[in-house]
């Protein structure tokens, strides 16, 4: 079960710091992601991290804004957003998968509630 949370209102240029929380004893042998699907639109890769945290996969649009990271003795996945533009506003999911790369494919195994990320200008 994956438990999102960190989500808000933000004017243009802050930052928020996304959380997903993971239950189960294997946190640290799956990769986890962040996907985002904004009003009207398909739902987004954002980013992906593998198990130890070694490799990560940023969609163009956030590369170098955004940065995930994980703490697998709390089971948890982070995504750091700085420098937030109106088109950042969206609902973020995280989600679980075998791999790093297979997510950053859009292929997951578990999937979290999503939070809602909405940016001012």
């Known amino acids: 079960q994956l438990q999102a949370s960190g989500g808000g209102l933000v004017q243009a240029g802050g930052s928020l710091r996304l959380s997903c929380a993971a239950s189960g004893s294997t946190f640290s042998g799956y990769g986890m992601g962040w996907f985002r699907q904004a009003p009207g639109k398909e739902r987004d890769f954002v980013a992906s991290?593998?198990?130890?945290?070694?490799?990560?996969y940023y969609a163009d649009s956030v590369k170098g804004r955004f940065t995930i990271s994980r703490d697998n003795a709390k089971n948890t996945v982070y995504l750091q957003m700085n420098s937030l533009k109106p088109e950042d506003t969206a609902v973020y999911y995280c989600?679980?998968?075998?791999?790093?790369?297979?997510?950053?494919?859009?292929?997951?195994?578990?999937w979290g509630q999503g939070t809602l990320v909405t940016v001012s200008s």
């Open positions: 991290i593998s198990g130890s945290g070694t490799t990560t």
């Open positions: 989600a679980g998968g075998s791999s790093s790369y297979r997510l950053r494919l859009g292929k997951y195994d578990y």
